[in-house]
């Protein structure tokens, strides 16, 4: 069991499969594109490189192409992988983390927890980052016009 | 930083609807957007429940091909 707060997202889903169908699925990069995104990095080692990109279905907006991208923390064959999940185009988006646990039950069954998580809220760190962030922009901005005022004397 | 460059840095995070904008006569005010964290999170949850369902779709697919085929 991975353990969770209210800022992540949790699922689970029973798949009848063996643990090494399920893992190759959501590990391989030919395998993921079939079910997930359309173009898919996944370097299947702990520091390894992930980029995952979903095209835009509306066609007027090519360039807003969705692409997640982050590094393998945990890689356990056929058990559990996880990585992180950034958006570096979106400003002050989180750093999240996706877990994927596999469990054998009964004969050829797979039990599959999903965990998304690191939805930081207004209340903790991305408030805080982003107010520091703001005190430092409205102390430059107060010093710029105090610097214009007393040119002006 | 010039006060462009604090004009600027204010439009990104109000395109990323990290702030809101509100304007008073001349003057826009700029308020944090608590919410956003919540929608990307709203968003990542209705994505996975469709994706898992995709997942479980692919895989069982692909075992009873390869059990025809034994």
Do not use: C
Not at chain 1, 63 to 88: A, C, M
Not at chain 1, 133 to 150: A, C, M, P, T, V
């Amino acid at each position: 069991m991975i353990s969770t707060n209210d800022r992540a997202i949790r699922k689970i889903v029973v798949i009848d499969a063996p643990p090494d169908m399920v893992f190759k699925a959501i590990s391989d990069e030919k395998e993921l594109i079939e079910w997930f995104p359309d173009l898919a990095v996944l370097e299947p080692r702990i520091g390894g490189k992930v980029k995952f990109t979903f095209h835009n279905e509306n066609s007027e907006n090519q360039d807003r192409d969705h692409s997640p991208e982050g590094e393998v923390l945990e890689f356990v064959p056929n058990q559990k992988i996880s990585y992180t999940w950034e958006h570096k185009d979106i400003a002050g988006f989180p750093q999240t983390i996706v877990t994927w646990q596999l469990e054998q039950i009964g004969n050829d069954k797979t039990k599959v927890e999903l965990v998304h998580s690191g939805f930081i809220g207004a209340e903790n760190e991305m408030y805080d980052e982003h107010r520091e962030g703001w005190n430092y922009y409205l102390d430059r901005l107060i010093e710029h016009f105090n610097s214009k005022l007393e040119a002006k004397r | 930083m010039t006060l462009a460059g604090v004009s600027t840095h204010l439009r990104i995070l109000r395109d990323a609807d990290l702030v809101k904008e509100r304007r008073e006569g001349q003057r826009r005010l700029y308020s944090l957007n608590t919410e956003a964290t919540l929608e990307i999170k709203n968003f990542y949850d209705q994505m996975w429940s469709n994706n898992l369902n995709s997942l479980k779709e692919f895989v069982e697919n692909k075992k009873r091909k390869q059990g025809k085929r034994k």
